[in-house]
C-alpha cells in the first residue's frame, strides 16, 4: 500500500495548520487551527473490506514531573509512550481519501461528539480525553482529530505517524473501549496491510 498527502511530507515537519498549539514568545503556547490533513491511499490488497486510520505520537514522556515546568527541560532520556491522536474506522473499502479539514477545523473545548463521524464512519477517542481530565473548562471525550501539542520544554523532537490500514472486516469490532491504544490492537489484529507517513513537531523554541 501507499500513503500520501496534499497536507503532509513525509519526513518533514507539520504545517502549524495542523496542529493543536503554536509556539507562542509571551505564554509558550498558544492555540492553532486543528485542521485534520489530506490523506489518500492506494494499492489496497485483494479482500479488503474497509479502511481504518491511526495518529499516534511514539514520543511523549512516560513521566509527568517536568513537563512543561518552568526552568526545567524534559530529559531526552526519559522512557517514551504512545498518545494517540485519531482513530477513524469503518471507512468503506472503496474509499480511498479523507478530505482536509473534514473532520476537523478548530479546537472544540471538552471535544467533538463521537463515534458517530458521519456516512457511516466512526472515531474513537483521542488521547486529549486523558490529558484534559482534570481541567475543569476542557474536561470531556475527545473523539477524532485533535493534532501536536507535545510538551513545550521537551528536548526531543516528536514524531507522528499517520498510517492507513486494510482491513479484513466491514465493520470493525470495537468494543465498548473506545480509546486509541485499544482501537489500534483490534484494528492491527484485523490488518491486512498497512501503510505510513511520519511527520516532525515541536513547541520548544530552542528546537524549532
Not at 489518500?40 to 511523549?60: K, Y
Request: hydrophobic content about 35%.
Amino acid at each position: 500500500m501507499q500513503l500520501v498527502s496534499n497536507s503532509l511530507t513525509d519526513q518533514q515537519p507539520i504545517g502549524e495548520k495542523y496542529v493543536f498549539a503554536v509556539i507562542d514568545p509571551e505564554n509558550h503556547v498558544a492555540l492553532s487551527d486543528n485542521v485534520n490533513p489530506h490523506l489518500a491511499w492506494s494499492g489496497a490488497p485483494q479482500g479488503t473490506r474497509s479502511f481504518a486510520v491511526v495518529v499516534h505520537d511514539p514520543d511523549v514522556p512516560s513521566a509527568g514531573d517536568d513537563v512543561n515546568q518552568e526552568g526545567r527541560e524534559v530529559p531526552a532520556s526519559l522512557p517514551r509512550v504512545d498518545f494517540y491522536h485519531w482513530t477513524l474506522f469503518d471507512i468503506p473499502a472503496e474509499q480511498s481519501s479523507l478530505e482536509e479539514g473534514a473532520y476537523c477545523s478548530g479546537i472544540t473545548p471538552r471535544g467533538k461528539s463521537g463515534p458517530d463521524a458521519g456516512n457511516g464512519l466512526r472515531h474513537g477517542k483521542n488521547d486529549y480525553t486523558g490529558w484534559f481530565a482534570g481541567d475543569a473548562e476542557m474536561a470531556g471525550d475527545y473523539f477524532g482529530y485533535d493534532g501536536p501539542c507535545p510538551p513545550w520544554n521537551d528536548s526531543i523532537i516528536h514524531h507522528y505517524v499517520f498510517t492507513v490500514y486494510a482491513l479484513d472486516v466491514d465493520t470493525l469490532p470495537a468494543g465498548d473501549d473506545l480509546g486509541g491504544s485499544a482501537l489500534a490492537e483490534i484494528i492491527k489484529a484485523h490488518a491486512l496491510d498497512s501503510a505510513s507517513l511520519t511527520v516532525t513537531y515541536t513547541l520548544n523554541p530552542r528546537l524549532a
